[in-house]
């Protein structure tokens, strides 16, 4: 996210349609959904095509130029009730918080909700070699990303995307592996995947511990 908010949340891009596809197809897979918690509603077109969707859409962000229903950061949200959302979703928002506060994220987004998506940013260039025969929904994709594997971020120092980002997934000590290892306290992995149409994004869907179905 670039210096100048109000900018950035007056362009929309491809990118941003993908995502929302993608948060709207990841939502319907998790049952019988009403009640959405947006975390980090940027442009608003997530909130506007699940309230078009018919789902009841609170947003919340620490920065009032979104106008977001509750001003306050995930990793605090005293506001909201144990599950009081059916998902909660938090896209390309935690590799915004320092080590600090991440696991207190986490537990909040399992805290208030019985379902998570979490998409997170990938570290470095990206390539794809990609087969779409058309037939049998077969979508092959190899991705290759460039970048120093030795490179390891502090965890406390905003170095990427513009000085936004305080680690992304790829770095060592941010591997899926890692990223996976700090959600299980909190969550079941339901699924995770690489956006094959967005190769910047990383996505899981989590089931929170708490609320066993």
Not at 43 to 65: E, H, K, N, P, S
Not at 114 to 134: D, I, M, N, S, T
Not at 183 to 194: A, D, G, K, L, S
């Amino acid at each position: 996210m670039p210096g100048d908010r109000v900018a950035w949340r007056a362009q929309i891009h491809r990118s941003n349609f993908i995502n929302t596809w993608r948060q709207y197809t990841d939502i319907r897979s998790c049952g019988d959904v009403r009640t959405i918690l947006v975390v980090g509603p940027g442009q608003g077109l997530d909130t506007a095509v699940l309230r078009w969707a018919g789902y009841d859409v609170t947003t919340l962000d620490i920065d009032d130029t979104f106008e977001p229903d509750v001003i306050a950061s995930v990793h605090e949200m005293p506001m909201f009730t144990d599950r009081q959302f059916d998902v909660v979703t938090a896209s390309h928002v935690l590799e915004h918080l320092a080590l600090p506060y991440l696991d207190g994220a986490i537990g909040e987004l399992a805290r208030v909700a019985r379902y998570a998506l979490v998409y997170l940013p990938v570290y470095g260039r990206h390539v794809q070699l990609r087969v779409a025969p058309g037939f049998r929904d077969l979508d092959l994709a190899l991705n290759v990303d460039v970048f120093n594997y030795l490179h390891k971020p502090d965890g406390i120092t905003a170095r990427y995307a513009a000085e936004s980002h305080f680690w992304e997934i790829g770095m060592r000590g941010f591997h899926v592996k890692d990223v996976i290892r700090r959600f299980t306290p909190q969550f079941e992995v339901v699924r995770h995947y690489r956006n094959k149409d967005w190769l910047s994004s990383y996505n899981f869907v989590l089931r929170s511990r708490r609320y066993a179905d």
